[in-house]
């Protein structure tokens, strides 16, 4: 898969990656190094644990992260738990959007390890 199909197939925005981050190689570096961000894995051990304030900053992080390498579909759920996280918000709400956080973030991992590298 090119870096151009796995934006297409994620909901993401190549022309604002390519902008933001100049070349393809550097894209996928950054695409790669996602595999190992803990985001993701924190929001789900603290909402398990009931850790919201903690949960909140891995909701916001993952938010940030998708946002700045044009995940778009991922920060969009992202910024909805985040903002149900808030201050305790609307905990209910932030725990039904969990599995749909699960899916848009599996999509990109499945989609990542598709890359030519």
Do not use: C, W
């Not at 789900?44 to 949960?55: G, H, P, R, S, T």
């Not at 909701?59 to 909805?80: G, Q, R």
């Amino acid at each position: 898969m090119t870096v151009q199909e796995f934006y297409d197939s994620i909901g993401g925005s190549y022309a604002f990656a390519k902008q933001r981050l100049m070349n393809e190689d550097l894209m996928k570096t950054v695409l790669s190094m996602f595999l190992d961000d803990v985001n993701y894995i924190n929001l789900m051990k603290y909402m398990e644990e009931e850790d919201y304030e903690v949960a909140f900053r891995a909701a916001h992080n993952l938010k940030s992260v998708s946002a700045n390498i044009a995940l778009a579909e991922l920060e969009a759920v992202s910024i909805e738990i985040t903002d149900a996280l808030r201050n305790g918000n609307d905990i209910p709400k932030a725990k039904e959007l969990l599995p749909k956080v699960t899916k848009k973030y599996q999509t990109v991992i499945d989609a990542i390890q598709q890359l030519e590298f």
